[in-house]
């Protein structure tokens, strides 16, 4: 599963799949942290991570709810809201939520990510394309 393979879509295309499974990793494949991967019943397979660079550092920092209320019943709702704080010292903070709803709950996952302000700290969110 190569980055450079995948192709970046909106979180809102999880609207009305149905998810098989959700796994939360450490994605170490090219300098990646936290890695969320969620697999649908007509299989297709999205991650959601951040390709590490110098001076930046993007993480999971909470999950609310439980990841398997999402797991067999269609999302209903796929929503990205996103914070960004400067300080005096020229750092650079931004925190990400992304809440997930079905008829049997909800999930937020809070991302957090911090830098000296030259560096993305943006959350990826990409269609797996795996080689055939």
């Avoid at 697999?39 to 959601?48: A, E, G, V």
């Avoid at 709803?101 to 990826?124: C, F, L, M, P, Q």
Wanted: hydrophobic share 30%.
């Amino acid at each position: 599963m190569a980055r450079w393979d995948n192709k970046d879509v909106p979180f809102t295309d999880l609207v009305g799949k149905t998810l098989t499974n959700i796994q939360l990793t450490d994605y170490n494949d090219y300098d990646s942290g936290d890695a969320i991967i969620f697999t649908c019943t007509d299989d297709t397979k999205y991650i959601m991570t951040h390709y590490q660079d110098c001076c930046e550092s993007v993480s999971v920092e909470d999950i609310n709810g439980e990841l398997e209320d999402l797991i067999g019943n269609p999302i209903l709702r796929a929503e990205e809201r996103s914070n960004q704080e400067d300080t005096a010292d020229y750092e650079s903070n931004t925190w990400t939520f992304y809440e997930l709803a079905t008829i049997k709950g909800s999930v937020t996952i809070r991302w957090h990510g911090s830098s000296n302000g030259y560096y993305s700290e943006r959350v990826d969110f990409q269609l797996v394309c795996e080689e055939e």
